[in-house]
């Protein structure tokens, strides 16, 4: 039988070559996504365990066992990791150095203005050092720091700078001194640290900032040379534990890397669960159109594995003889697969690790991945042909040299098919609405996945049906175009065995671009509610300061205040934001809008209500719908009340408001310009709000600020030059520029980004189901070699017979491509509700020219596929066709 199997394959070697690629990207699309997972997991691990990588023991509290203990214990001591476990440990035997992981926020003001800083100490011990010099010297006494690479890069800082470094002490004292910038480093992974400038400083300096009383995170250990590590750890935290630390925790570096990601994804790899998914939508895909794809092969040979038995052949022989084809076929195909995932992988991790913001990106080939792309790809394959030659196998040898019936609802396996078909659809039709209502997206896969078999399942009985109305509501009236309208439908188990295929694609892709257009939109406006405006940029006045940073003398105070001069008596005139600076920032290259949002009321509680025209609102705001109607007060969720007393500024005749919520935590509440009009003693512009202190020694006044729309499309990078220049511009200090334009930004990256990984990996299948339909259609084409030679035989032209097999292959496209978009937008609307109804609101939209475009590229991909075979059924001359068994 191995003969025979290896001399089918050779005579059939051309048949098999689709089989072989759709095994071959099936199991490469399952391998890849396995690779992506554990390449992230190893890319996030070395991201976040960056810190610590070459530490050999890491040791810390045991946060969860103090948490326990504390419920046990109302007694229980706060534990605090300080300089006397740091000193205890660097006492354990063994113990060659021992450095803290601690981090303090700072700002930093340079020339090029002012960036919030994350400050960390220069580690002594080399090993243990988290801050790597690219360039320059270590610092060294109390006046030299170090600044990151990228950041420096970005704000113009080199070594050899002088900037102020300030910040606070532990207990609240300033820390304000001149600092020379002596070396750069390399920039850190972590995503703890790499938004912020990253500064390292001498040991002594940082002292200054933990203050008597440090504490710590976690405290890094390196081991000298020939150290047990057990015993060390053991020794360690005894040490802990006898000074004040009862639940010590101590880990090797990787261990406390795969502690720490698990908190950082909430305990739950979500990102595994997203890819596992795609790993399934991968494995169905794949298996339906192997599965498809064999069954045509082997029924073809149906009449010649009927010969083999009259001639004496075994049914297990032959059996045998089908799957060590399979066998071949599936080991050949999965090997390459994996090869062509291990390629595509490398070259993209090493593309994504050319980019600043993800280069710690790595590759990552687990075993799992190899073994699950061999063993499903051989086990797919083996599968796909058994149930075929069983089939085969089971007809007696002269009826099978007769035409099979196909599968309908007059015998047993249409009934069959029925009973499971409308089990499945509805189950899983039910489970599908259940997960879109509870928000549960495994729940709403496997309700997708179940109703989408049952619907292939039934597709033999609907198919059909379907093509020949569609047929005779646009059948021609020439030869061709009836006899394609005929022939469409002659073979029901040609028919759907061709249109299942592509009903499978049309179907992913439909879903697919609508799931992702409805999430994009309904992120959109999740984050559109959540971030009011793209930037805010607050008076100087509001923090001491005049234009141009310089302190504003008697900032704070009223008039009256004894420190107080004529001068400083007019706050609305120095360090305020006004017209000219909101026509300055107008002019800036990525600003759309610009609102002047100015000081007109105040509540029952003294908080400062803002004004600002509607029209200039609705054009700012990034959801248009949240600008407050006549009557109202857009507030934030920290705003509880449904209405609020106010007054304005210059009176005392309060009015009610009803107040108009917003998702944002902004607590900055506003009115439109007409509200404010109708507020007894409203004054127009230079009003500033004020609230007195108890003892009238002072006032705080509220001063006016400017809210700004970017214009659409702009990425992160732009994001920030739009915000130095508006720094730069309008003259204040960078921290005066804040808003939600970054997170936004960021958000909006990561959406994208998912949303492309996710086309990438349904281009595989669509791929794969276009091999699908090809290699059908191709078969189905060769199937009728002597029947197209009769037709020819009988008058038809080579034209009309290309013709007819074109016409033949768009009506089974069409109809399939039509049935699969109305699947695919139902399962993409209810799998996005699934996905993510849970955190946000889903707005509903459709892509009708990407979706007509779905339409269009199946009919042309069936015409394409029909061109060769039509083309080869042309040229053969009718007798030679005739004669071909």
Known sequence: MLTLALANIRTYARRFIAVTLAVMIGTAFLSATLMVNSSATASLQRSIGEAYEHADLVAGIDDDAAATASADSSDAAEQILGAEQLAAVREVPGVGAAEPQTTSGAR????????????????????????????????????????????????????????????????GDPIDYPATITGITASSNSPFLGSNLQVAVSPERYATFTGDEPMYQSIMVRLDDGTDPAAATTAIADALRAHGISTPSVMTGQERTVEELASFTGGQDQFTVILLVFALIALVVTGLVVMNTFAVLVAQRTRELALLRTLGAMRAQLRRSVLIEALVIGVVSSALGVALAIGVMAALVGYVSTLPEASF???????VSVIAGLAVGTIMTLLAAWAPARRAMSVAPLAALRP???????????????????????????????????????????????????????????????????????GGSGVPAKLASLNAVRNPGRTTATATALLIGVTLVSMMMVGAQTTKQSFGAELGRNYLVDFVVDSPAAYGEDFGGAALPGAGQDASGPEATPEEATPSTRGRVGEAQAKAASAIDGVSAVALLEPVARDADGNTLYAADAGVLAAVLNDPDLVPANGEVLAGQNVEAKQLTVHALEGTETRTLEVKRSQSDFSLALMTTATAQQLPGYAPGGAVSSSTSADGEWTMAAYPALWIKADAGLDTAALQQVGRSLAADLDVSDYLVTGGAMEKALFTQVIDTLLLVVSGLLAVAVFIA???????????????????????ALGLTRGQLRGMLALEAVLIAGVAALLGIVLGTTYGVLGAQSAIGSFAAVSLSLPWAQLALVLGIAALAALAASVLPARRAARLSPVEGLATE
Do not use: C, W
């Not at 800083?117 to 270590?138: I, K, M």
């Not at 990106?361 to 075993?367: H, K, T």
């Open 770 to 792: 276009l091999i699908g339909v090809a290699n059908t259609l191709s078969l189905s084409v060769l199937e009728r070699t002597r029947e197209s030679a009769l037709l020819r």
């Open 361 to 367: 990106a790595v590759l990552s080939v687990s075993p």
């Open 108 to 171: 930093i003001a340079a020339d090029s203005g002012d960036y919030n800083a994350v400050v960390q100490p220069f580690a002594a011990d080399a090993q243990l050092r988290a801050t790597e010099l690219v360039s320059g010297r270590a610092p060294s006494g109390t006046g030299q720091i170090t600044v990151d690479q990228k950041h420096a890069e970005q704000y113009g800082l080199s070594a050899g700078n002088t900037v102020d470094l300030t910040g606070t002490t532990p207990n």
């Open 404 to 474: 099979a019936d196909d599968a309908n609802v007059h015998n047993r396996i249409g009934k069959v098919r029925l009973v499971f078909g409308l089990v499945l659809a509805a189950g899983g039709g039910a489970l599908l609405a259940v997960g879109a209502v509870a928000h549960q997206l495994l729940v709403g896969f496997a309700g997708g996945l179940l109703s989408f078999i049952g619907i292939l399942m039934l597709a033999s009985l609907f198919l059909p049906g379907a093509v020949r109305a569609v047929g005779r509501a646009v």
